[in-house]
């Protein structure tokens, strides 16, 4: 899977806001149009990528650079997250 379809996958899941298991089964349609295969196992990948985890980071940071909006105390936890 290329990084951009790893963080519209986890953007999905959590909008879906289901289980790992029980959104991995929903997937069946996302499978047949982008030939990916996912698994439950695939998506709990996701939160340990830290491609993933990055891009998540920057893609927030430039939402809220765009809305006007500061940068939060979360950031720092990220921040604090991503140097482990």
Known sequence: MTLEQKVKLLLIKQLVGESN???SNMLAIF???SGVRVSYKSI???YSDE????ALYNLRTIMLIR???ELSDATERID???SR
């Open 80 to 82: 604090q997250f991503l």
């Open 67 to 69: 809305k006007g909006l």
């Open 44 to 46: 709990e990948r996701l």
């Open 51 to 54: 491609r993933v985890m990055i």
């Open 31 to 33: 499978s047949m149009l």
């Open 21 to 23: 298991r029980m959104f």
